[in-house]
């Protein structure tokens, strides 16, 4: 089934449109979508149904806009009532909100890493995702609310989209569409400072520069503002003769290196790096947004490991729970190492969107264009001659490699570099020590000072100072994960309304915590579910069985109860999720030191949540499937 939001709502099955009678039934399904299989509560439906008068029989109303909805959807789409509202599960229809999204984010990381062709290519296909103004046949409270930020969403891809246009000289294409845009986007900048560049490449250097006039007149008026850094920079660029120059790969500390042309020189016919210079490849993501808390030993320990010792391999794994902080330790210890890796800094996520692996052979492709090798068409779909080519370019350069999401061996051995003056940063949940080497970091939950200080980094320390027993409330509800964190502080900053009591009050539920902690796109629920879904079905039904004993520890002797099976058989199964990263070692009351285990609270409150997925059954492990895998086969239903 198709599902559309970006335009007006609508649902079609097999290309056959699906009458969806009325304003506020179009508005239930698009409510429900937007919330991505959160629970939308009746309070919140009622708002953007009625606004702040709702119907004496708004609950019955909701039943039938709710139950008209059933009839038409399902069995594709399934309609939920859970808890204090609804929710919907669209199974493997097409939801186009989700398929932009994607599309965006593939767009962005292929601009941003240089990759212009595709980045047009992809962000063209979210664009025409859109068939027109969004939400058109949903109620004004839904519109109010949810468009404005899917109109900015698509106002920036259209802006990443014309700058992948004018990085491969396709300004005189493109200058009619900018013109057009600029007048419906007058305040927009960037899209100012764009059309400046393709009309300056056009041979339009007086039009340029009316452009600029013209857009420091309407920030003036309409704002009380003179132009931002980006226009500035424009039109200093232009006055200078460098706007037909596009940037090189960002340089150090991820600023773009201009190259400037000399007064009185012939501008080139296209917007290319002049041939033979090539800087050192710097695919990092952006290091993070608040100021890097906690973590000094972590911190300090991969310091040491890029100091390394001549001739030892210098590769370490971090592991730990979805949203524990791998990428941004790793990251932010990747920004910190400059000076050890002059050569560059290589980045890949190897995860799909949908949490499967990359093809390796894809990320030796981009590490080989990265490194100024393009590879012969014949070679790009042979692993081994990728292989050595990259390993034949990393030889004896001092490379720092940081691969995001590695699930298996596998997928993460072909892109080591050869020698020992590469580095290496391998992410991941499960441990991966045959390719990574003796170095491993297992991040735990973050102790309640380090938690204090990245939430009041947040937060600022007025709202934290005037409210103190409430933020250490909130420490306590995110259990030390710091995504739960951000989450928690990012939505009190954003609405100052707000008292970080009112937060926490909220959060004290514990059915509807981790449907309070999400925010954009951060969302702990989801990061949790996204996690599970890299680990096979019997992973999953043998955590959520032990779920049942709750937040306390508990020993092997107790999880073999729960199971049914021999004590040493159920603590070979439950080391094994220790070594996934799904359970904490901890000492249990009674028990002998290394017998006991417990779930983070965040993790209990999901698998509580959620039904056994199969059954499983006893069998005996091999001795090498003792630690870190599971048997093929499943557990008996207890």
Not at 210 to 223: C, D, I, P, Q, Y
Not at 247 to 256: E, Q, V
Not at 539 to 549: E, F, I, P, Q
């Amino acid at each position: 089934m198709d599902l559309q939001l970006l335009g007006p709502v609508e649902a079609s099955r097999e290309g056959t449109r699906i009458a969806l009678s009325g304003t506020k039934t179009h508005t239930v399904l698009a409510a429900l979508l937007l919330a991505r299989g959160r629970v939308v509560p009746d309070t919140r439906l009622s708002l953007l149904l009625w606004g702040g008068r709702p119907p004496v029989t708004m609950s019955a109303q909701l039943h039938t806009y709710v139950s008209r909805l059933r009839k038409l959807l399902e069995p594709e789409v399934t309609l939920e009532r859970r808890g204090p509202g609804y929710a919907v599960r669209t199974g493997d229809s097409r939801l186009d909100v989700a398929e932009y999204e994607r599309f965006d984010r593939l767009g962005r990381q292929a601009l941003q890493e240089h990759r212009y062709e595709e980045a047009g290519t992809l962000l063209r296909d979210a664009l025409e995702l859109w068939q027109g103004p969004m939400l058109v046949n949903a109620t004004e409270h839904l519109v109010q609310e949810e468009v404005p930020q899917w109109e900015e969403a698509r106002a920036a891809t259209l802006e990443n989209r014309i700058e992948a246009d004018l990085a491969l000289g396709h300004h005189q294409r493109i200058t009619a569409e900018l013109t057009r845009l600029v007048a419906d986007f007058p305040l927009r900048e960037r899209m100012r400072a764009q059309l400046m560049t393709a009309l300056y490449r056009c041979g339009r250097q007086a039009d340029a520069l009316h452009v600029f006039h013209e857009g420091r007149s309407v920030l003036a008026e309409e704002l009380g503002v003179e132009p931002g850094h980006g226009l500035q920079a424009a039109h200093e660029a232009l006055l200078g003769a460098t706007l037909d120059l596009a940037p090189h790969p960002a340089g150090p500390g991820g600023a773009p290196a201009v190259t400037r042309r000399p007064a009185g020189t012939a501008a080139p016919d296209t917007a290319a790096v002049p041939a033979g210079v090539l800087l050192p490849p710097f695919m990092l993501p952006p290091d993070t947004g608040v100021a890097f808390t906690g973590r000094t030993r972590e911190l300090a320990a991969l310091r040491r490991m890029f100091a390394g010792t001549a001739g030892e391999p210098r590769r370490c794994l971090i592991t730990g729970m979805a949203g524990i902080g791998k990428t941004a330790l790793a990251v932010h210890a990747a920004h910190t190492a400059q000076e050890e890796f002059p050569d560059g800094r290589l980045h890949a996520d190897l995860a799909e969107p949908d949490g499967a692996p990359k093809d390796p052979r894809a990320v030796l492709v981009r590490f080989l264009r990265a490194l100024g090798e393009e590879p012969p068409a014949p070679a790009a779909h042979d692993l081994e001659e990728l292989v050595r080519l990259y390993r034949t370019r990393t030889a004896g350069r001092r490379l720092l490699v940081l691969l995001d999401n590695a699930a298996d061996t596998a997928g993460l051995a072909p892109l080591l570099p050869a020698g020992p003056e590469c580095a290496v940063l391998v992410t991941g949940h499960v441990h991966l020590t045959a390719a990574t080497g003796p170095h491993t970091l297992a991040l735990g939950p973050m102790n309640r000072d380090d938690s204090l200080d990245l939430l009041t980094n947040a937060l600022g320390t007025a709202l934290s100072a005037t409210e103190p027993g409430s933020v250490e409330r909130l420490v306590d509800f995110c259990g030390g994960i710091p995504l739960a964190l951000r989450i928690a502080g990012a939505r009190l900053a954003s609405r100052p309304h707000w008292s970080a009591a009112r937060l926490a009050q909220r959060l004290a539920d514990e059915r509807s915590r981790l449907a309070e902690l999400s925010f954009g796109e951060l969302d702990m629920a989801e990061a949790l579910a996204g996690w599970l879904r890299r680990t096979d079905a019997e992973t999953r039904a043998l955590l959520a069985r032990l779920s049942v004993l709750g937040p306390r520890p508990f020993s092997a002797a107790s999880a073999a109860t729960v199971l049914g099976l021999p004590v040493r058989r159920a603590e070979d199964l439950v080391e094994g999720l220790v070594d996934g990263s799904f359970l904490e070692p901890v000492r249990s009351p009674g028990a002998p030191p290394g017998d006991g285990f417990r779930f983070h609270p965040l993790v209990l409150l999901h698998f509580q949540s959620l039904p056994v997925e199969r059954p499983v059954r006893s069998g005996p492990v091999p001795a090498r499937q003792a630690r870190g895998s599971f048997p093929p086969g499943p557990l008996p239903v207890l």
